[in-house]
């Protein structure tokens, strides 16, 4: 596609409940990332992927968030056992490679219950 | 832990001035530097970016970088409202972010 495609837009889920959030980056791009953005603050770093493969996961908070790219495309956040901290915007972004500029995605606002 | 630390201001500027936005890092090795622009409720939209030493300039920004002293700068001239916005600086081998400066251009 022409841009990095996030869906949903906007999720409300209750506290406790499983979530999928899904990146669709510009078409060949083998770099992928994903960030977390709360209200007045950058852009968190969560995990950036090469790929298929996560290159750098040292951003998940906890063992709740896991993310996915079987096939170095599409890629899936997922996040278990919802928390109200985990309300914010999910940013994912991608790359022609590690050392370009990325492209963001417009996000999607995630609001626990 | 890698840092990207940058004034969180505001920054407040008159229409027609020059905005000066400044951003440290820690890493020394660090070789790809970046300013994104986030308009409120908008995701970041590049705007910069720089690799050498020096200065670099596109249009009406300049950004600025010095290795030696770990510093990235973004200068615009010319300031507009229309760039009222949060200014992102990213460090590329950290794939982290400063805080932002939020940046207002009064008319």
């Known amino acids: 596609g022409a841009g990095v495609s996030q869906t949903p837009s906007n999720k409300v889920t209750e506290k406790g409940k499983y979530v999928e959030l899904r990146c669709d980056p510009i078409s060949g791009h083998t770099a992928l990332y994903w960030y977390r953005q709360s209200l007045g603050q950058g852009p968190e770093f969560l995990i950036y992927?090469?790929?298929?493969?996560?290159?750098?996961d040292s951003g998940l908070p906890n063992d709740r968030f896991f993310a996915v790219r079987p096939e170095g495309s599409v890629s899936t956040l997922k996040i278990q056992r919802t928390e109200r901290g985990d309300s914010a915007v999910y940013l994912c972004?991608?790359?022609?490679?590690?050392?370009?500029?990325?492209?963001f995605g417009s996000g999607t606002r995630l609001t626990v219950v | 832990q890698k840092e990207v630390e940058q004034n969180s201001g505001p920054l407040s500027v008159p229409e027609g001035a020059i905005a000066s936005l400044n951003c440290t890092y820690s890493d020394r090795g660090s070789q790809s530097f970046f300013w994104y622009r986030q308009y409120s409720g908008k995701s970041p939209e590049l705007i910069m970016s720089?690799?050498?030493?020096g200065d670099k300039e596109d249009g009406r920004f300049t950004a600025q970088l010095n290795k030696a002293s770990q510093y990235v700068s973004l200068l615009i001239r010319d300031s507009q409202p229309s760039d009222s916005a949060t200014y992102l600086c990213?460090?590329?081998?950290?794939?982290?972010f400063g805080a932002g400066t939020r940046l207002t251009v009064k008319p």
């Open positions: 972004a991608s790359s022609p490679a590690g050392t370009y500029g990325y492209t």
């Open positions: 990213a460090v590329n081998n950290d794939m982290r």
């Open positions: 720089i690799y050498s030493n």
């Open positions: 992927f090469q790929g298929t493969g996560a290159a750098d």
